[in-house]
């Protein structure tokens, strides 16, 4: 009897330490939590690309402001609009809170993962706009 309950705890304590490892895993993998995604950068200024005013609330911004454009799927129909989600760069781990102002329309051509993002928002990252592409992580604010 004693045998078998040596044998059931032994068996928890394995299953723990897996548990315990997939976590860190997990968590290592995608610093910060969240949406795994691709960046890209985006000008929200007249004459900028994509070059009309922003679909939550029709008005062109600075690109000193920290806001993206989300893929269509995660724009919600605007239901993100004027909301804040916090970006994680996967590369160094330092994260940033930006504003929803834009629809990154997937239907048009853009890729389904992307957070497409002021420069504003990758200097606060650490980032060089003229890489053009990175991977982080977001979630809701």
């Known amino acids: 009897m004693a045998s078998a309950n040596k044998v059931a705890v032994l068996a928890a304590l394995v299953l723990l330490l897996q548990a315990s490892l997939c976590a860190v895993a997990r968590h290592h993998h995608h610093p910060g939590g969240g949406t795994p995604a691709a960046m890209t950068v985006n000008e929200f200024e007249p004459g900028g690309e994509p070059g009309w005013p922003s679909e939550c609330d029709g008005k062109y911004h600075s690109g000193h402001e920290l806001l993206v454009a989300l893929s269509t799927r995660w724009y919600a129909n605007g239901k993100r609009c004027l909301k804040n989600i916090r970006i994680t760069s996967v590369r160094n781990g330092r994260s940033v809170e930006a504003k929803v102002v834009d629809e990154c329309d997937s239907r048009q051509g853009c890729k389904n993962n992307i957070v ?15 890489i053009g592409e990175v ?5 809701d604010a």
């Open 135 to 139: 991977p982080v992580t977001w979630s």
């Open 116 to 130: 497409d993002a002021s420069k504003a928002v990758w200097e606060a990252l650490g980032l060089d706009t003229n």
